[in-house]
């Protein structure tokens, strides 16, 4: 990911944890609500990993009080209590449901590729997802560390991938097909299914396990 695409994902969060911050720094000047929205992201990179930080990451970051470190804490637990909730009610059956639950992480970059990663249950209820990386338009770098760390936090049955190519084919590129044999490799060694990674074009989805290619208008998504 480009430094400057970092950027652009990072302002875009900021402006989400902005309303909370604003809470506790009213009637303190704007400059030092910046300071610690900067301070933050540049230690934890993304809203997701400021919410699921300890709070003594939070406390030495300069101006957290304890209280907001808490405060962001509890508001981690209250969105992984809802994202399980939601995520408890649905069930990744087939393609139109996976691009159906993993598009939402598209739509909020669209101009940039990035790879979601979904754990599942073994009736293919889902446990949780995320955003794993992003990369430049036409690149994502795959780190099964992260995938494997992902799969064992959320004691996954199974393993659902999802990239997008923003404004290309849905064809899975040389580098895409050895990636999926090498996770679905390291997976099996922990037992861990892959699903499937399924790529999202402007073209269609292409189902790497399957080797087969759906028309968007085929899947009836709404």
């Given at each position: ?57 939070l406390k030495a ?36 449901s996976a691009v ?98 399924i790529i999202i ?22």
């Open positions: 990911m480009t430094s400057l695409s970092r950027i652009k994902i990072q302002e875009l969060e900021a402006e989400k944890l902005r309303p909370v911050l604003e809470y506790f720094y009213k009637g303190k000047r704007s400059e030092q609500l910046d300071s610690v929205i900067s301070s933050l992201f540049a230690r934890f990179g993304t809203l997701h990993r400021i919410l699921h930080a300890a709070p003594e990451e970051i300069s101006n957290v009080t304890d209280q907001l470190a808490c405060f962001l804490v509890e508001l981690g637990v209250v969105v992984n209590l809802i994202d399980q909730k939601n995520n408890n009610e649905t069930v990744i059956k087939d393609i139109p159906r639950f993993t598009r939402k992480y598209f739509n909020a970059s669209p101009d940039r590729e990035c790879l979601v990663a979904v754990a599942l249950r073994s009736n293919k209820s889902i446990i949780a997802s995320e955003m794993s990386f992003q990369g430049t338009i036409d690149t994502v770098t795959t780190y099964p560390r992260e995938i494997i760390r992902f799969a064992q936090k959320n004691k996954a049955k199974s393993v659902l991938l999802a990239h997008n190519h923003p404004g290309g084919s849905c064809y899975p590129s040389r580098e895409d097909n050895l990636s999926t044999t090498q996770m679905d490799d390291i997976l099996y060694k922990i037992d861990v299914v892959l699903e499937d990674h074009g402007e073209d269609g989805v292409y189902s790497i396990l399957d080797g087969r290619k759906t028309d968007l208008d085929q899947l009836e998504i709404r």
